[in-house]
């Protein structure tokens, strides 16, 4: 079965310091994993996904992560953050071996301070 | 949001009234997806379906019950309301093959069951 971890709620920065959200996922298959944003009051914007293609994903806005087997993580990263960013990241593991399910981490609210 | 549309976009309910969701799309996809949000725990799934005329139980799918009879709809029926269903509900499919591809999402439905 797959689940996903978010490991932080909420992650404070300052502008134009770096970004780090920490993702670990567990699957029983190869998995697919996404990043999804969400600003408030809105819907879910995808920000970058690993598919089994190479291992560092670049995404939207200078976002990218890394896939790392031997860690089961996932975490998303960007050299220096913007006050446009503060929102919820979600990450999402899904399951490729036909059940056709997208399991949601609970998220994580990215607080930037100017 | 593009291609998935939902209705209503905000609904007030009193406990034990009835209401439908519905959920349309014009992608031609076969799979799609019910969700609802909750502050601290992510999207979690409701009910999916991987073609017209099946449904599928996802994680959380109690007091709840969807009708897939055509490939473009698929609604979310609350026989009667309950307050632990105040939520978002967002409607989702897939950009391509399930579990390879990001999902696409409505713009949500905003339920409070007073």
């Known amino acids: 079965a797959q689940s996903v971890t978010q490991l932080d709620s909420h992650v404070s920065v300052s502008e134009g310091t770096p970004v780090l959200l920490r993702c670990n996922y567990s699957s029983s298959y190869s998995p697919s994993l996404f990043w999804y944003v969400q600003h408030p009051n809105k819907g879910l914007q995808l920000l970058l996904k690993?598919?089994?293609?190479?291992?560092l994903v670049k995404g939207i806005n200078g976002f990218e992560a890394e896939f790392k087997k031997s860690e089961t993580s996932f975490h998303l990263t960007k050299p220096s953050a913007h006050m446009s960013d503060a929102a919820e990241y979600f990450c999402?593991?899904?399951?490729?071996?036909?059940?056709?399910?997208?399991?949601f981490g609970t998220g994580t609210r990215l607080k930037v301070l100017a | 949001n593009a291609g998935v549309t939902q209705t209503p976009k905000f609904q007030v309910l009193k406990t034990g009234q009835s209401m439908t969701l519905q959920c349309a799309q014009d992608m031609n996809h076969n799979s799609m997806y019910w969700y609802r949000q909750d502050p601290g725990m992510g999207l979690r799934l409701i009910y999916y379906s991987a073609s017209e005329g099946t449904t599928d139980k996802g994680e959380v799918p109690n007091g709840y019950n969807v009708s897939r009879l055509n490939k473009r709809e698929f609604s979310l029926r609350l026989e009667s309301a309950a307050p632990s269903q105040t939520s978002v509900y967002f409607c989702?499919?897939?950009?391509?093959?399930?579990?390879?591809?990001?999902?696409?999402f409505g713009p949500g439905t905003r339920l409070t069951v007073l």
């Open positions: 999402v593991v899904s399951d490729t071996s036909g059940t056709y399910k997208y399991i």
């Open positions: 989702a499919i897939p950009r391509g093959n399930p579990g390879t591809n990001e999902q696409f």
């Open positions: 690993y598919t089994s293609a190479a291992t």
